[in-house]
Every structure is written in C-alpha cells, then in structure tokens.
C-alpha cells in the first residue's frame, strides 16, 4: 500500500524509482557538470567578443542554490577597489549612533577661517621680524577691566580689515579668542598678537604684544608673558588710578628688570562721567601718575635697585588714550600737530614737549613759556591754567562738548577748522559713534603710542644681554652664552619655551617661545630639556622631537612662516608632548649640547606669593569608566594653566589646586567641555595647611636608627618673622652667595656667627624651603665631626621629607628651624647607610616638633573692595562675620567711590563676592589674592574640645576640627599615633623625668 512507502513524517522509503531515459537526458542539460572539461590544446575562443558571449550564456543557465545567489553587488563593485569598507553587524552599535560617523572638528575658539587682509604684506612683517633692530617685544598689562584689551583692538583696527561687531552687537574684543573670555567679558588667558605699525616718522616696526589678564587669580599668565617680554605697557584707568593689581605688575616688572612705559585709559570719563573742569582733571591725572611714581621708587628701594624709570609726560613713556572711542596720543604727537598748523613757531619738537606738562605757563602778552602764573589782564578773566591744560586738554573739552551738545552745524564749523569733514549721514548718527569719529580723525592714528614703545623698550639687540645673566643657570663664559647674548641669528638655535598654547581642536598644543639665539625652521630636529634638566646631576630631563610647523602669533590666526629668527616669539607646533609647562629648546645638532643648562622655569617663583596655589577641590568621573578620559585631561589641563597644581592623594582622589575660585572654576570648564569632555563631581572647596611651632622643644629629642649603632638628637625652634618669606621669594642662595645670606641674617635677624655658618641646607626646597636646619654640635661631645659630615646628605634628605609631609596631617611645615645638637654615628660604613639614618632624621624632627607646641597655619586673602561712601558699614559687618578685618579705608580722590583693604581667611572667603553683592545691591566690587600664612587659633592636639556635628566650632577649637577632618579626608587616624615618631628608650626617659608639659599630655 502507499501508506508503507511513506514514514510518519511524510518521508518517502519506498524502493529506488529508476528514471527515464528522457529525464536523464533532460537533467544532464540543465545541471552543469560537477568537473571541469579536459583542457583542449585548440583555442577556446579567438575574439573577445565571442568569449563574453559564452561566459554570458554560461552563466544565465546555470542552476544556482538559495544560499549562493547574488541579490546586491558587493561594496568593492559599488566604490571601487580603492575604497575601505567596513562590514558590521546589526546589534553592534545602538540605531541613534551611525554606523560610519561624520568627521566632527572640535572647534572652541573664536578664529578665523582665512588670514583677514592688512595695510602690509605677509612677506614684508616676515621680513621685518628677521631683523631683531626693528622687533620690540611687549606685555601690555594693568588691572581688571582697565582697557588692555580693547587698547590693542584700536591698534589692529588701524592694519586689519575686520567686522568689528560680532552677531549680538557687541564690541569684538580681538585677542578674547576663547568662548568663556566673550561670555564673562574678562581676558582669561594670554594672547599674543602680532603687527607692523608705524611711528610718528613713518618707520614700521614689528611689535609682538601679549595681552595678559587682569584678574589677580591670573597673575601666572602675567609671570609667563613678562619673562619673554623686553618692557611692559602698563595700561591704568585715570578714574581708578593704582589699584592692587597694578601694584603687583609694578613689583613683578622692576624684579624682572623691564622697562615700563605707561598708558592713562579712559580720559573720556574725566569729561562725560566724572565732569571735572579741565584743571581738576590735570590735578586727577598727577595725582594718578604721583602714585605710580612713589609705588616703583618704593620697590626700588626695597629690591636695592641702582636705578629706576620715572614715568612722565615729558619723557615721552607717558600716553594718553581713551581705548573705548579708539584714539590715543602722547605729548610729543600733539607737539608735532602744533608744529605743523604753526610752521614758524622756534621751538623744537623735543622744548615743545618738555613745555607741555609741569608748572609752566604760556603767557599770551610776552608770548612766552614762564614757571610762574601770569596776573589775568582784568578781574573777570579767569587764571591763566598751565599749558598741559590750555593746549591738550581744553581742545578735548571743546571738541567733546561740541558733539555732545547735538549742535550739528557748531560742530561743522568745529570741524572744519580743523581740517575734518564728514558726510551729511555721519553727522546724523547717534553721539557714541559721532564722538568716536571725530575724535579719531582729530588725534589721528596712534603713531605716537608706537614711538613711545619703540623709544622706551628696548630691541631685543640690547635686552637679551640682561635676560641670559638673570635667568641662565649656566656659566657665562661659554660660547653659547656669547651667542645668546648678541641675541645672533648665525649661532645655535636657542629657544626660551614659557607656555602651552592650545590649538583650536584642543587636542595638541603650541609652544609659546622666544628664540633666545639661531634660527628655527620646519622640520628642524630640536633637543627639549625640561625644567628638572640638569648636566651635572639629571640629565634624563630631555628628549629630541622633530618641528612640524611655525607660526607668528597673530591673535585670531596665525601666520606660518618657513623660517624665524633671533628675538622674536614663535609659536612651534610638534614638540608639546616632552614639555610640561615650560623648557629650553636647543638644537639636536649642537655639539656641546651636554655642557648646555636650562633657563630658570617660571614655574620655581608660581607656587609662592600672589600665585600660590590656596583653593583646594577634590572630583572624581560621573561614571567610573571615564577614569581615564579623565586624567588624561588633568594632564592637559596641568599643561595649560601655569599655576594649576594636579595630584592624586593616598587616598585615590585626585586634587585640584589653584589660586582662587575662578581659576579653579575655568580650569573644570575646560576639563568638561573641551579637554576632557565629560562630566564630574566636584567636591567643596577647601585649603590647604601647613604646619609649624610656637615655642622652642621643650626637651632635647633624640632617635636611634633601626640597628642602634646611631644615634641623632635635635631641636626645633620657630623661624624668625619675616625670613621665611624673604627665603621663598630666592632671596638668598647658599651655593653663589653664602656671604650674603650670613650677614643678612646677622644683621637682620640677629643670628649668632655660628648658627649662621651652620645652616645646612633649606626645607622641602633646598633653595626656596621656608624651614631651615642648622648644626650646632660640637666637637668632642660624642660627636664626630668627620663621620657627621660624612653622613650630611643623608640627614638633608630626612629632614626634608619631614617637613614635605609634617607630623599632624601630612602637610607641608613651614618656619621651622631645626637644630642638630648632637650626632654619634657608627664607624662602620654598613651600619650608617642612608636607610639607617633618613628615618630616623625624620623621626627626631617629628618629635622635636611635637615638642614644641605644634600648630596649623592658614592661608589669608588681601581684598581690595571697592564700593560707594553708603556701603562701607555693610562691609564691615560681612567682613566681621567671616574672621576677616579691615585694614585700610580711604576715598578716592575726585570720585565718589571708597577703597576698602581688608584680610580674610581663605578657608571663610568661599561665597563671600556673591554675599558682599547681595548685602550692596550690586553696588561693591572686590579682588582677593593670597597675601600671607596665619596660626590659626586653638591648640589641633586639645582632646578636651568635643566636636558637635553639625555645629559651628567656636574659634578656640578651630584648629582641631580642621585637624580631624583632613585626617579623616587622608585616611589617617583621628589622633596621632606616638608610636611612629618616638622610640622606646625616648618615651622610658620622658617617664622617667615626669616632664609636666602640656602638649606632651596631649601627645601622650
């Protein structure tokens, strides 16, 4: 039956069912044969057209399987041979993200997509800028909000042809590249900028400017910028007149040894805001230039400084401008305006200058300059005014009140008289513009700003004698020296790297240099040493990299070249990756390359004063797996911000710390949006400490090495006041001047011969350390001189790890001296090995400091508060609420505005900006920057104080709360152990006295 045939399944398992003789046949035409016919010796086809034709017919009658068949032609058939193709599956990316992303460009600067057009060839600034005898190099700075940058858009606004208002019509602040710097209106970063201009003789000159920060929390970029500059253009406002800011440029300038030429801002305020008749305005203006003047004579006396510039009008670095309307002048370009309308005046261009400012006087009857006020011809007339008044200031006057006055055909006459016309339309605009226009096209181009930068700063022919013995670490006998002393273009390249720029991907980074000697040019193979490069003692601190391009800096572009020379500032591209912050760059070619030392790196003067880093933040990734996207944009950001301090704490956290809250708020700007691009946790802000004493060891401390054949016994003593201080600015340096720090401390400090012979060396830092150690053994009391000498680094290397790391918190200690009193030492070589005696050095500076009534210090803001004569009161109440105190309160001559300096912890100034605008409606302004270090109040190891959560401490237990809580954030215990730091034969002798001290009860 047919059911048998057939399985469960349907599966046919009946006998074999022979086929027909026509179906084989059929079947062997239409399935192709399994094998190849045997090759013929005849040739298949003679023509390519009869061979295509069978391989068509072939393959149209072959029978093809399901999984074989060909739907699509492949990517190769589509794109060709040349193209890659990539071949992924469905799930292995999610559908919002493409399969082949587009090229995105990262892009967070404001720059310009083609080099704009300028009043001069690029072949000709090239060329220029060859010739270091027509190159100044110039830093303009001055204080927040003053006019810096908007002075330098009035000089790129004379060479370049660009739109000078951005899509909400606001000013274009040029050399304000970054996002942040547009959106907070401030200069965060330095910019250079360079442009041929001409001077009032109509000779160009290449001029590379840097436009610096003003904010305080910057001072780094003003640190870097000045040290590659030849002379500063210190750009003041008249109103405000010398403000903290400017004080610290002028101390940090004559300490650098540049010149300074000076810039009073904002003259229109003088006339449209403040209304001052012209006399009050000339006594506004001296009394402005009176308080420069005795601020550098007063750092010039303090630094010993044989001579000083005085700046004055009539010695020509004096100018005046208003960077807001656009114009600027100097005496000697109003000088010469006279000169040109009165052709037959007899005075010289140089006595027409020297007439124009001081006492002097011009008398219309004898028509005379006199020193002494001539008597008016009748009653009604006024007092005649000095001529800095009647010839400068009270055509401003008139020219101003014409155009403000809204007269239009007074000011046509005005104008006219003057030579100036305008069209119909421009009289019609509104009175900012029309008073800018006519005021510019009066003064004229800022040719005498360019002749006082070129007169009073000097080329880099005749600086760079005094920047390689100020800053060279090296003899200066060697050729190199020579070389880079005549600032020569023929001898080896040279280069003084102060900054990482970065470039508009901010992905890699420009060196920011000045070619200190030789030339430099792409693909030039160059030797970078670090800043811990030295030929003596490290000389791994190098590596060899290879240029890929050169640039001239121009702000918002930069201008490739294929060759630079001597004295100008280069931007290098392909050498970012061995530099950290700053470095020297040699040729890989030179020869005596090993004998070569570095440049002193400006990162050795950041860490103390203005720029000492007081801000503490700790973060940590939103998500764990960006860890190292993370670090690697701190590595970025730790190159981009000079003063910015990264490190990773025992306990995994990772630190930031930096000079203040907007430093440190620009730095995680930068970490989320551009260096890193990702989000963080940041935690609250803190400070860190540091650790010192208040009274002498109250008993003589001593340790024995772990084999006990040594024994060091040691003291410590606070520093005296004031030499801490004067030790970290580098004041003194025990290997090229030891004579001078000995009678110093002599004289000043009232040191005994002894101790100032004695002193060892200086702590954490052997040139900078604010802690000292001193031997005072003496020979014949179980001391052996030659065996200690012997073993003299070993005890330097311990006690400096001991006050890097101090005994309450693992902060850094500070005013310590440290007395080795007595040292007994194996005579065996094995048995006083470094391992024995750097921990116990350590040990017995732990416990001479414990001894000695430990405390923790506090850093302290200086705040400069600015606010009207209503809301002084409020100011002091908020400054009371926060330990803080003021200092100084005074008015400001000719404004209604008072100025206020007070003190105030770091630890309470978080917040304090926002609740001091919030107690004045807005109507206060102040700046903090770090002035000093302060004992803070309360004893850190009191176990009586009883801490409450959530509770203010009182401040006599200050100190301990902030001991707990940097231990508990350290991972340390709550109380300090004594096991560490005081031996068993020491604790047994304690004892044994019954010594009665109170911090060794509390120790105890």
Known sequence: MDQDLYDEFGNYIGPEVEESSEESELSDQNVAPSSPPPPSSEPLVEENGEMEEETENFSENQIVLAEDKKYYPTAREVYGEEVETIVQEEDTQPLSQPIIEPVRTKIFE????????????????????????????????????????????????????????????????????????????????????????????????????????????????????????????????????????????????????????????????????????????????????????????????????????????????????????????????????????????????????????????????????????????????????????????????????????????????????????????????????????????????????????????????????????????????????????????????????????????????????????????????????????????????????????????????????????????????????????????IDAEYESWKDMHIFQPTTSILGIGVCCPVVRVAIEPLRPSQLPKMVDGLRKCNKSYPALQTKVEESGEHVLLGTGELYLDCVLYDLRTTFAEIEVKVSDPSVPFSETVSDTSSIKCFAETSNKRNKITMIAEPLESGLAEEIERGSFSLERNREGFEKTVREKYDWDILAARGLWTFGPSSSTGPNCLLDDTLPGDDTDKTLLYQVRESIIQGFQWAVREGPLCDEPVRGVKFRLLQAIIANEVVARNPAQLIPATRRVCYSSMLTAGPRLMEPVYSVEIICPADCVAAVYTLLARRRGHVTEDAPKPASPLFTLKAFIPVLDSFGFEVDLRTFTQGQAFCLSMFDHWETMPGDPLDQSIILKPLEPSPASALARECLIKTRRRKGLGEDISIVKYFDDPWLLELARNRLENTDLQNIL
């Not at 009073?264 to 006399?279: A, G, M, Q, V």
């Not at 001579?307 to 114009?327: D, K």
């Not at 007074?410 to 100036?420: C, N, P, V």
């Not at 970012?576 to 470095?583: E, M, N, P, Y």
């Open 110 to 585: 404001r720059v310009e997509r083609e080099i704009p057009k300028t009043t001069y060839s690029k072949e000709y600034l090239a060329n220029i800028a060859a010739n270091a005898a027509l190159v100044r190099n110039v830093a303009v700075v001055g204080h927040l909000h003053h006019g810096k940058t908007s002075l330098l858009d009035t000089l790129i606004r004379q060479t370049h042809e660009i739109q000078w208002k951005d899509k909400q019509q606001r000013p274009l602040k040029y050399t304000d590249t970054r996002k942040d710097e547009v959106e907070r209106a401030i200069s965060l970063k330095s910019t250079p900028m360079t442009i041929l201009l001409p001077t009032m003789t109509g000779k160009n000159y290449c001029i590379h400017f840097m436009d610096v920060p003003g904010h305080v929390n910057f001072f780094d970029e003003v640190v870097t910028s000045l040290r590659i500059a030849d002379g500063i253009c210190l750009v003041v406002d008249v109103v405000e007149g010398l403000m903290c800011g400017t004080d610290l440029i002028l101390k940090h300038a004559l300490t650098e040894g540049l010149s300074i030429t000076l810039v009073l801002n904002k003259i229109d305020r003088l006339i449209l805001e403040l209304r001052l008749p012209p006399s009050d305005a000339y006594f506004k203006i001296l009394h402005t230039l009176d308080d420069i003047n005795a601020t550098i004579r007063k750092y010039a006396e303090q630094f010993y400084l044989e001579s000083f510039p005085i700046l004055s009008p009539e010695r020509g670095n004096v100018a005046f401008a208003s960077a807001l309307q656009g114009w600027s002048f100097t005496l000697a370009q109003f000088a010469n305006h006279y000169l040109m309308e009165y052709p037959d005046c007899p005075l010289s261009l140089e006595a027409l200058v020297s007439r124009l400012w001081g006492d002097i006087y011009y008398d219309k009857r004898s028509r005379k300059f006199v020193h002494q006020p001539p008597a008016p011809m009748s009653q009604e007339e006024e007092e005649i005014p000095r001529t800095f008044v009647s010839f400068v200031l009270e055509p401003l006057y008139k020219l101003t009140s014409a155009v403000v006055s809204y007269r239009v055909e007074d000011l046509k006459k005005a104008l006219q008289s003057l030579g100036i016309v305008f069209r119909n339309k421009e009289y019609m605009s509104d009175v900012k513009p029309l008073l800018q226009h006519s005021l510019s096209a009066f003064i004229g181009l800022s040719t005498g700003l360019v002749s006082m930068l070129v007169d009073c700063i000097p080329s880099p022919l005749s600086s760079s004698k005094h920047k390689v013995q100020s800053f060279y670490t090296g003899p200066m006998d060697s050729e190199i020296v020579e070389y880079m002393m005549n600032c020569d273009s023929r001898g080896p390249l040279t280069v003084l790297v102060t900054k990482l720029m970065p470039n508009p991907s901010f992905e890699r980074f420009y060196a920011l240099g000045r070619i200190m000697s030789g030339r430099i040019q792409p693909g030039q193979k160059v030797r970078i040493l670090g800043e811990n490069y030295d030929p003596e003692y490290d000389d791994e601190d190098q590596a060899e990299e290879r240029v890929s391009h050169i640039y001239i800096p121009g702000g918002r572009y930069k201008l490739e070249v294929t060759a630079a020379y001597a004295g100008s500032w280069v931007l290098i591209e392909g050498i970012d990756d061995s530099i950290l912050k700053t470095a020297t760059v």
